[in-house]
Protein backbone atom coordinates (compact mmCIF):
# COMPACT_ATOMS: atom_id res chain seq x y z
CA UNK A 1 0.00 0.00 0.00
CA UNK A 2 1.27 3.51 -0.72
CA UNK A 3 0.99 6.94 0.64
CA UNK A 4 -2.75 7.84 1.18
CA UNK A 5 -4.64 10.43 -1.35
CA UNK A 6 -4.61 13.49 -0.20
CA UNK A 7 -4.08 15.07 -2.98
CA UNK A 8 -7.72 16.39 -3.42
CA UNK A 9 -7.78 17.74 -0.08
CA UNK A 10 -4.47 19.29 -0.55
CA UNK A 11 -5.71 21.22 -3.14
CA UNK A 12 -9.21 22.40 -1.08
CA UNK A 13 -6.66 23.38 1.61
CA UNK A 14 -4.75 25.76 -1.11
CA UNK A 15 -7.64 26.78 -2.60
CA UNK A 16 -8.88 28.28 1.12
CA UNK A 17 -5.26 29.82 1.65
CA UNK A 18 -5.49 31.58 -1.68
CA UNK A 19 -9.17 33.05 -0.05
CA UNK A 20 -7.77 33.49 2.85
CA UNK A 21 -4.69 35.80 1.61
CA UNK A 22 -6.97 37.59 -0.86
CA UNK A 23 -9.58 38.86 1.61
CA UNK A 24 -6.79 40.02 3.91
CA UNK A 25 -5.70 41.92 0.72
CA UNK A 26 -9.23 43.39 1.02
CA UNK A 27 -10.30 41.32 -1.92
CA UNK A 28 -14.45 40.23 -2.26
CA UNK A 29 -14.23 37.61 -4.73
CA UNK A 30 -13.75 35.55 -1.87
CA UNK A 31 -16.58 36.47 0.30
CA UNK A 32 -20.13 34.61 0.36
CA UNK A 33 -23.39 36.44 -0.52
CA UNK A 34 -24.11 37.28 3.11
CA UNK A 35 -20.67 38.65 3.32
CA UNK A 36 -20.75 40.56 0.19
CA UNK A 37 -24.02 42.06 0.78
CA UNK A 38 -23.08 43.11 4.31
CA UNK A 39 -19.45 44.52 2.45
CA UNK A 40 -21.92 46.53 0.13
CA UNK A 41 -24.39 47.77 2.34
CA UNK A 42 -21.66 49.41 4.58
CA UNK A 43 -19.92 51.18 1.49
CA UNK A 44 -23.26 52.31 0.68
CA UNK A 45 -23.71 53.83 3.83
CA UNK A 46 -20.67 54.71 4.36
CA UNK A 47 -20.61 56.82 0.73
CA UNK A 48 -23.88 58.49 1.69
CA UNK A 49 -22.09 59.96 4.63
CA UNK A 50 -19.47 61.49 3.10
CA UNK A 51 -21.88 63.11 0.48
CA UNK A 52 -23.44 64.70 3.66
CA UNK A 53 -20.25 65.39 5.17
CA UNK A 54 -20.83 63.04 7.84
CA UNK A 55 -18.53 60.72 10.05
CA UNK A 56 -17.98 57.38 8.44
CA UNK A 57 -17.24 55.71 11.75
CA UNK A 58 -19.70 53.46 12.37
CA UNK A 59 -19.74 52.36 7.98
CA UNK A 60 -15.66 51.70 8.74
CA UNK A 61 -16.38 48.92 11.76
CA UNK A 62 -18.71 47.38 10.10
CA UNK A 63 -16.23 46.53 6.71
CA UNK A 64 -13.63 45.71 9.33
CA UNK A 65 -16.40 43.56 10.86
CA UNK A 66 -16.76 41.74 8.08
CA UNK A 67 -13.76 41.11 7.14
CA UNK A 68 -12.78 39.88 10.34
CA UNK A 69 -16.04 37.42 10.07
CA UNK A 70 -14.61 36.23 6.62
CA UNK A 71 -11.16 35.69 7.82
CA UNK A 72 -12.41 34.05 11.12
CA UNK A 73 -14.94 31.58 8.75
CA UNK A 74 -11.62 31.26 6.15
CA UNK A 75 -9.67 29.85 8.86
CA UNK A 76 -11.85 27.95 10.65
CA UNK A 77 -12.61 26.01 7.26
CA UNK A 78 -8.52 25.78 7.27
CA UNK A 79 -8.54 23.62 9.97
CA UNK A 80 -11.28 21.51 9.49
CA UNK A 81 -9.66 20.59 6.29
CA UNK A 82 -6.07 19.87 8.24
CA UNK A 83 -8.00 17.69 10.86
CA UNK A 84 -9.77 15.65 7.60
CA UNK A 85 -6.19 15.51 6.32
CA UNK A 86 -4.76 14.39 9.40
CA UNK A 87 -7.90 11.37 9.58
CA UNK A 88 -7.04 10.17 6.30
CA UNK A 89 -3.58 10.25 6.83
CA UNK A 90 -3.85 8.11 10.33
CA UNK A 91 -6.78 5.52 8.65
CA UNK A 92 -4.32 4.99 6.18
CA UNK A 93 -1.58 4.09 8.55
CA UNK A 94 -3.74 2.12 10.90
CA UNK A 95 -4.59 -0.01 7.75
CA UNK A 96 -0.99 -0.43 6.83
CA UNK A 97 -0.02 -1.61 10.50
CA UNK A 98 -2.85 -4.11 10.34
CA UNK A 99 -1.96 -5.41 7.07
CA UNK A 100 1.77 -5.96 8.13
CA UNK A 101 0.75 -7.56 11.47
CA UNK A 102 -1.62 -9.61 9.95
CA UNK A 103 0.86 -11.72 7.70
CA UNK A 104 1.58 -15.04 9.04
CA UNK A 105 6.09 -15.28 8.61
Known amino acids: MGKP ?3 GIDREIQKTMRK ?21 GALAGGS ?17 SVSDAAITRLTAEITALH ?3 QRIVREAAADKA ?3 SSRWW
Not at 24 to 34: D, F, Q, Y
Open 5 to 7: DTR
Open 20 to 40: LEAVRRGEMWPLNTAERRAML
Open 48 to 64: YRVLRGRSTTRADNRLE
Open 83 to 85: IER
Open 98 to 100: AKK
